[in-house]
C-alpha cells in the first residue's frame, strides 16, 4: 500500500512538473510572439519573404545565438567594428537595423518564437478590422490618381493627419517632378518603395515604426491604415518616376548662402567707407597749422 501511495505522488510530481514546464515554455513563446509583433514584424517575417530585412525563418541555422544577440541589441556597433556579416547584410538590404535595448530573456524568447516557424503571430480579425482592411486593400489595387495626391499632401504636411501627427516632409525628402523640397535630417525616400520592399514594408515602418525618433514622433499621433495607403500609392509613383535616384535641390541652399554672403559684404564695405581714415588728432593739428601761418 505505501509503495502504491509512493509511486502516485511520483506520477503526481512529475505531471506538476511537466505542467509548469510547458506552462512556461507557452508563456515563453507568447511572450516571444508579441515581442516579434511589436519590436520585429515590421520589417522582417518567418517563412514569407523578405520585406525591409531579411526573412528570419532558419536565422539560428545560418548565424550562431551569440552573434544574433549582440546583432540584435546593436547592429551598429557590429558595423563599426567591422563584423563581416554585419557589413554585408546591411549591404545588401541598405537599410540599418536600429538598436533594440532588450534583455537576454526578451531577445531569447524572440529567437524561440522564430524558431518555432512564427507560430501564432497570426491573429483573429474582428469584423470592423476586416472592413477596414477591405477598404485599404481597395485604395492599394484602386491606385487612383486621387489617392495618389492625398499621399503627396500628406506626405508634404498639405493636409493634416488624423491624429495631427508631423508630416513626413520635416525630416524626408522625396524627389516629385524632378524637385526635391522635402527634410534632410533623415533618409531620401525617394525610392523607398523599391528599397523597402513595396507596400508591405512601407506599411510596416509607417505603422509599426522601428526606428526611436519615429516612435517617439507617433506615439501618441499614429498615422491610420488608410493614411498608410495613400503614402505607400504615393511612394510608389515617385519610385516608377525618378528611377534615376533623388534629386535634392541644392541651389536653393548655395543661392541663399551666396545671397548671405553679398549681404554680409556690402554691409562690411559700407562700415569700411565709413571708418576714420586719420587720426583723431590729424584734424587738430591741420588747424593749429593753418592759425599759426
Given at each position: 500500500?505505501?509503495k502504491m501511495i509512493s509511486k502516485i505522488k511520483k506520477v503526481l ?14 508563456l515563453s513563446s507568447q511572450d516571444g510572439a508579441n515581442l516579434f ?87 483573429k480579425v474582428d469584423p470592423i478590422a476586416e472592413a477596414l482592411q ?160
Amino acid at each position: 500500500m505505501n509503495k502504491m501511495i509512493s509511486k502516485i505522488k511520483k506520477v503526481l510530481a512529475l505531471s506538476i512538473c511537466l505542467t509548469v514546464f510547458i506552462g512556461i515554455k507557452n508563456l515563453s513563446s507568447q511572450d516571444g510572439a508579441n515581442l516579434f509583433k511589436t519590436k520585429c514584424a515590421s520589417c522582417h517575417t518567418v517563412g514569407k519573404g523578405r520585406t525591409v530585412g531579411p526573412d528570419l525563418q532558419g536565422i539560428t541555422e545560418k548565424r550562431n545565438i551569440d552573434w544574433l544577440f549582440k546583432f540584435i541589441v546593436s547592429s551598429k556597433q557590429m558595423i563599426d567594428k567591422g563584423d563581416p556579416e554585419a557589413i554585408a547584410t546591411f549591404q545588401e538590404f541598405k537599410t540599418p537595423m536600429p538598436d533594440f535595448p532588450l534583455s537576454q530573456a526578451e531577445i531569447k524568447s524572440i529567437i524561440e518564437f522564430i524558431d518555432g516557424g512564427g507560430a501564432g503571430l497570426e491573429v483573429k480579425v474582428d469584423p470592423i478590422a476586416e472592413a477596414l482592411q477591405k477598404k485599404v486593400d481597395s485604395i492599394i489595387t484602386g491606385n487612383s490618381n486621387e489617392s495618389i495626391k492625398k499621399g503627396k499632401d500628406l506626405f508634404n504636411g498639405y493636409a493634416q493627419f488624423v491624429n495631427k501627427g508631423a508630416s513626413c516632409a520635416v525630416c524626408h525628402n522625396v524627389t516629385d517632378n524632378n524637385y526635391g523640397h522635402g527634410g534632410l535630417l533623415a533618409k531620401d525616400l525617394t525610392n523607398a518603395f523599391t528599397r523597402l520592399g513595396g507596400h508591405a514594408g512601407i506599411k510596416g515602418i509607417i505603422l509599426m515604426p522601428p526606428f526611436p525618433s519615429m516612435q517617439e514622433t507617433y506615439l501618441n499621433n499614429p498615422v491610420t491604415e488608410e493614411e498608410a495607403a495613400y503614402i505607400q500609392l504615393y511612394f510608389q509613383q515617385q519610385d516608377k518616376l525618378n528611377t534615376a535616384g533623388p534629386i535634392v535641390q541644392k541651389w536653393v541652399l548655395i543661392a541663399a548662402g551666396a545671397l548671405g554672403f553679398l549681404i554680409c559684404a556690402i554691409f562690411i564695405f559700407i562700415l569700411w567707407n565709413k571708418r576714420k581714415k586719420r587720426s583723431v588728432n590729424y584734424e587738430i593739428i591741420k588747424r593749429q597749422n593753418m592759425v599759426s601761418k
